[in-house]
C-alpha cells in the first residue's frame, strides 16, 4: 500500500450498504450473520454478493440465532482467518455470553452494530442501548455518525483488531435508520486499494493448523483468571495508539481524518456538548446557529468508545465552564455512562466545571436543533451563575410532567 | 509435578489463554501428559506378564490412556496418569487376569508373588 | 476425500499415535474418555474438536494444561456445534481461496454432554446439521447434567433418580422417557446417524470412520456410563455399557440417508431391563414393590421399540 490518497469514487449509499461493500472489499473469509432490524440489511447485502460470486470466495454462514453467529464467528476466527458479522439490538443481546469469550480469546472479529433500543417495551428503532449493554465486554467500539464513517471505519477496524499488536474484536456502531437506512454520497475506494489498505490477515495460533494445535477456551481457576483478564484490559486500553496510528494511515490514504475525539468549535467554547451517534450532526448545526449570533459553544463527539479516550477528552473540553453528556440510553438508577466518563475525566484532571446530563433519543425520539439549543441554554445559565443550576439528570423531548433526577 | 513452576506474571501468558499441545516434536509443559493424577489412586493396577495374550482390551478401555502398548503388544503400564479405576483389570480375559489391583503400598515384585491362582469356577 | 485408516483388529487399533492425553480430571473410570479416545484413533486426518461445557470439557483443558493433542475450543454450553460449523467454514474458505493452514485433510468433531446436546444446545446443533457443514456431533449421552452434580436432563431415563428428580416416598425418580435424539436427527436428514456403545469398539470405530467419509452432517449418539452418578463400582463402566447394549435398552443402530435402519448388534441373549437396573444405584428405589411397574413398563417400550427397529431393517424403509 502507497501511502498516498487513492482514487476515490462517489456514489450515494445507506449506513447498511455502505458496511456491506465494506466486508465485501476486505475479502472476508467468513461472514456468520442473523438478520434483525435494522441491520438486515447489511446481511442482505452481504448475500446478494455471495450470489452473484462477488464474495471473494468468502463463505457466508446464515446461522439460526445470533448466539450461534457470534459462536461461530468465535469458532471462524480461531481457525485462522478474517471474519465479520452484524446485528442490532435483541440480537446482540442474545450474543453477549460470546462477545466476551471473543475477546477473552482475543479473537479480531469485525462487527457492525446497527444501534437499536432494547425492549421492553419493545421497539425497532434507534437508541444506545445495545451498544452500552457490551461495553464491558471488551470490544474495541467505534462510532460512525454517517454512512461515510461506516465505511471508513470498517477499514479502520480490520486494520486494528487484527494488528498482532491488539488482537481484539471491534464493534463499529451506527445509529438505526437514522444512519443505517439513510442514504447519502459516499466515497468509496476500487476494491484492489481497499484491500490493499488492510491487507490479508494469517490469524495467530490458526486450530486448523493442523502441526501446531492449540486449546482455545480453558478454564482458568483462581491462580491464572486475573492475570489472563488484566493482560486483555492492558491489550484494550493500549490499543488506543494503534487506532491513533491508523487514523492517521487512513488519512492519508483516504483524505479523510478521524480522531478518538472529534472537535467541533471546542478551543474557545465556554459550553460544550459531548455526545456520540448521529446526534453529533444536528448538534454541528446548533453550534452554527449559535455561533452566529455571537455564542461561544461547541461540540465533541466520541469517536472511540472503547478503550475511553480519557486524555483527548480531556485536552477537548478544558477551556469550556459548562458541559452536558448526552446520553441515548437509559440509565436505570444512575447518571447515563457517558455523563460517568465525562464526570471521570474531570475529577482525574483536576478540572471544576459544570456537568449536566440528558437521556435522549430513546427509542428513536427525535432530537431537534430547538432542543440542542435548549440545552445550551441550560449550559450558559450554569456558565452565568457560576455553578450548577439545573438538576443533574433531565430528559429531552419527553411528554409528560418535567422528569429529572438527583 | 506441582503447577508453580508454570505460574507467571500477567505479562507473560499466551494472549487469549491459549494453550499449546506440543512444543517442537515433544509435548508442551501445558500438556496434561505433563501432570500427574497418581495421588488419585488408591489402589494400582499391576501387569503380569506371564499370563498375557496381549489383546490389547486393556489399551483400548483405558479411560486415563495409561496402557501403553508397543509394536500390538502390551508394554507397561503409565503410573503417573492411571487413576486406579480398575476397568483394566475388569476387561482383562485371561485366567488368571494379567492385571490385578493392589494396594499403592504393595511393590510390583510383592504383587506378581501373591499372584491369583487361574479361577476353576470361571472355566467349569 | 481421505483414505480410512486400516484398523483390522484390537492390535492394529493399538498402534494409533494418542490424541487425547492423560493427566486429565475425569472421574476414574469415566466412559467419556473411552468414547474420546476411540473416535479421534479412528482416523489419522487432522481433527478441530469443538468441546460444549459438560464433564469433557471441564476436565481436559483445566489451565495451565490440556489434554488434547490436537486443536480443539470450548465456548459455552449451547453452542458446539455452532462453533465447529465456524471453524469448519473457515477451512472451506480457505481451501478455495487457496491458502489453507495445513495439507492434509481435517475432520471437525463437536461433542456434547446430553445436556448440551439435548437440551441447552438443541438450537444450534438443530441448525448446524440443517445447514450442512461437514462436521460430526456426537453426544456423549450419561443421561444428566453430571458436572454439575446430577441433574436430570431430557435424556435422563424414566424411573432415574438423579438430585433434581429424586426418589421419594411418593416419587419413583424421573417421570418421562428420553427423547429419542436419534430419530429426531435422522429426521434431520444426516447422511448418517447412528448410536454407539465404547464397549462395542469394533463397531463404534465402524460407524465413526463412515462418519467421517460422509460429507455433510452425521450425529452419534454414545452411551457414556457415569460412575460416580449412575452409582455402580468404576470398574463396571464397560460391563454397564454392554448391560445396556444387550438389554436393547440402548440399541446399536444407525440410520443413513434420514431412513435407512441397520441394527448393527443384536444380542444373542436379550438381558432385561430390570438385570440393567439392578448394576446402578440410580435404579436401586424401583425395586420397592409400589414402584414395580415402572421397570415393567419401561420393558415393554424397550421390546416395543427394539420390535420397531427390526421391523423397520427387515422392511428396508
Ligand atoms: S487385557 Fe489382559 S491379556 Fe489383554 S493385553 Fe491387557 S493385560 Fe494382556
Ligand atoms: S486402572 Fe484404570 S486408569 Fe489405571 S491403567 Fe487400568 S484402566 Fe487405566
Redesign the pocket.
Known amino acids: 500500500m502507497a501511502n498516498t490518497k487513492a482514487n476515490q469514487t462517489r456514489v450515494v449509499w445507506d449506513g447498511n450498504m455502505a458496511a456491506a461493500q465494506a466486508l465485501r472489499q476486505a475479502q472476508v473469509d467468513v461472514v456468520a450473520a442473523y438478520p434483525i432490524t435494522p441491520s438486515t440489511p447489511i446481511v442482505q447485502n452481504y448475500s446478494q454478493f455471495v450470489a452473484d460470486g462477488n464474495a471473494n470466495d468468502g463463505e457466508f454462514v446464515m446461522v439460526e440465532s445470533e448466539h450461534s453467529a457470534m459462536s461461530a464467528c468465535v469458532g471462524a476466527s480461531a481457525g485462522g482467518g478474517r471474519v465479520a458479522t452484524a446485528t442490532s439490538s435483541q440480537g446482540y443481546a442474545l450474543m453477549v455470553e460470546v462477545l466476551y469469550q471473543a475477546s477473552g480469546m482475543r479473537l479480531p472479529i469485525i462487527m457492525n452494530v446497527v444501534n437499536r433500543a432494547l425492549a421492553s417495551p419493545l421497539n425497532i428503532h434507534g437508541d444506545h442501548s445495545d451498544m452500552y449493554l457490551g461495553r464491558d465486554a471488551g470490544w474495541i467500539n467505534l462510532c460512525a455518525y454517517s454512512p461515510q464513517e461506516v465505511y471508513d471505519l470498517n477499514f479502520i477496524a480490520f486494520k486494528t483488531g487484527e494488528d498482532l499488536n491488539v488482537r481484539l474484536p471491534v464493534a463499529i456502531n451506527q445509529d438505526g435508520f437514522l444512519t443505517s437506512h439513510t442514504a447519502e454520497v459516499v466515497e468509496h475506494f476500487s476494491d484492489e486499494d481497499a484491500f490493499g489498505f488492510i491487507g490479508s490477515y494469517v490469524g495467530k495460533n490458526p486450530m486448523l493448523d493442523g502441526e501446531n494445535p492449540v486449546t482455545y477456551g480453558a478454564q482458568t481457576e483462581g491462580e491464572w483468571h486475573f492475570e489472563h483478564k488484566m493482560r486483555q484490559n492492558h491489550a484494550l486500553v493500549n490499543s488506543l495508539d494503534t487506532i491513533r496510528a491508523n487514523f492517521k494511515k487512513y488519512a492519508e490514504f483516504s483524505g479523510r481524518e478521524y480522531h478518538p475525539v472529534e472537535t467541533y468549535l471546542t478551543d474557545d467554547a465556554e459550553e460544550i456538548i459531548v455526545c456520540m451517534g448521529s446526534v453529533f450532526g444536528t448538534t454541528q448545526i446548533t453550534v452554527d446557529q449559535l455561533r452566529a449570533s455571537g455564542r461561544k459553544v461547541g461540540l465533541v463527539g466520541i469517536r472511540v468508545w472503547r478503550p475511553f479516550p480519557k486524555e483527548d477528552l480531556a485536552a477537548a473540553i478544558k477551556n469550556a465552564k459548562s458541559i452536558a453528556a448526552l446520553d441515548r440510553s437509559c440509565p436505570m438508577g444512575t447518571t447515563g455512562a457517558l455523563y460517568n466518563e465525562v464526570a471521570a475525566v474531570l475529577v482525574e484532571n483536576g478540572m471544576s466545571k459544570n456537568l449536566l446530563n440528558y437521556i435522549y433519543g430513546l427509542g428513536g425520539r427525535d432530537t431537534t436543533t430547538e432542543h440542542l439549543s435548549g440545552i445550551f441554554s441550560d449550559l450558559k445559565a450554569c456558565s452565568d451563575a457560576g455553578k450548577r443550576t439545573k438538576p443533574v439528570v433531565q430528559t429531552i423531548n419527553l411528554r409528560g410532567k418535567m422528569l429529572s433526577f438527583y | 509435578m506441582t503447577e508453580e513452576h508454570l505460574l507467571k506474571g500477567w505479562e507473560e501468558f499466551e494472549a487469549g489463554a491459549i494453550l499449546y499441545s506440543f512444543d517442537g516434536s515433544s509435548h508442551h509443559i501445558n500438556n496434561s501428559i505433563q501432570h500427574s493424577v497418581a495421588d488419585w489412586r488408591a489402589e494400582k493396577p499391576v501387569?503380569n506378564e506371564e499370563?498375557?495374550?496381549?489383546?490389547?482390551?486393556?489399551?483400548v478401555y483405558c479411560p486415563d490412556t495409561s496402557?501403553i502398548s508397543k509394536d500390538k503388544q502390551?508394554d507397561h503400564i503409565d503410573y503417573v496418569h492411571c487413576k486406579g479405576c480398575g476397568i483394566?483389570v475388569d476387561?482383562?480375559?485371561?485366567n488368571p487376569?494379567?492385571?490385578v489391583m493392589f494396594t499403592e503400598q504393595t511393590t510390583n515384585d510383592e504383587a506378581i508373588r501373591n499372584w491369583p491362582a487361574k479361577d476353576t469356577k470361571k472355566d467349569a | 476425500m481421505s483414505d480410512i485408516k486400516q484398523i483390522k483388529n484390537l492390535k492394529d487399533f493399538s498402534t494409533s499415535v494418542e490424541r487425547f492425553q492423560g493427566g486429565h480430571r475425569l472421574c476414574p473410570g469415566c466412559s467419556h474418555s473411552i468414547i474420546v479416545r476411540e473416535m479421534l484413533n479412528a482416523t489419522d486426518d487432522n481433527i478441530c474438536v469443538s468441546t460444549a461445557t459438560g464433564c469433557l470439557e471441564v476436565c481436559t483443558a483445566i489451565y495451565p494444561y490440556t489434554s488434547w493433542d490436537l486443536s480443539w475450543i470450548h465456548i459455552g454450553f449451547e453452542n458446539a456445534a455452532a462453533a465447529i460449523s465456524g471453524t469448519e467454514a473457515m477451512y472451506k474458505a480457505l481451501q478455495k481461496k487457496g491458502r489453507p493452514h495445513s495439507d492434509k485433510p481435517t475432520k471437525f468433531v463437536a461433542f456434547g454432554g446430553d445436556g448440551g446436546t439435548y437440551d441447552i444446545g438443541f438450537q444450534s446443533l438443530s441448525g448446524a446439521v440443517e445447514r450442512g457443514h461437514d462436521f460430526i456431533y456426537v453426544c456423549l449421552d450419561n443421561e444428566g447434567y453430571m458436572n454439575t452434580g446430577g441433574q436430570r436432563s431430557s435424556s435422563t431415563p424414566i424411573g432415574g433418580a438423579t438430585t433434581t428428580s429424586p426418589a421419594g416416598k411418593v416419587s419413583y425418580g424421573e417421570k418421562r422417557l428420553k427423547k429419542d435424539m436419534v430419530q429426531i436427527m435422522a429426521a434431520h436428514g444426516c447422511e448418517f446417524v447412528a448410536q454407539v456403545a465404547p464397549s462395542k469398539w469394533k463397531d463404534l470405530v465402524k460407524k465413526t470412520q463412515r462418519a467421517y467419509q460422509a460429507s455433510g452432517p452425521v450425529y452419534i449418539n454414545a452411551v457414556s456410563p457415569c460412575p460416580t452418578e449412575w452409582k455402580f463400582a468404576p470398574e463396571k463402566s464397560m460391563e454397564i455399557c454392554d448391560l445396556a447394549v444387550d438389554s436393547c435398552v440402548f440399541p446399536l443402530y444407525q440410520i443413513e440417508d434420514g431412513h435407512k435402519v441397520t441394527v448393527t448388534y443384536k444380542p444373542k441373549v436379550k438381558k432385561t431391563v430390570e438385570e440393567y437396573c439392578a448394576a446402578q444405584g440410580r435404579f436401586k428405589h424401583l425395586f420397592r414393590p409400589e414402584f414395580s411397574h415402572v421397570i415393567e413398563d419401561w420393558q415393554k417400550r424397550v421390546d416395543a421399540t427394539w420390535e420397531y427397529l427390526l421391523k423397520r431393517e427387515e422392511a428396508g424403509i
Do not use: A, G, M
Not at chain 2, 499370563?51 to 489399551?59: N, P, S, T
Not at chain 2, 476387561?91 to 485371561?94: G, H, K, L, N, Q
Open positions: 501387569f499370563h498375557c495374550i496381549h489383546c490389547q482390551f486393556c489399551w496402557i502390551f483394566c476387561v482383562c480375559p485371561t487376569k494379567s492385571l
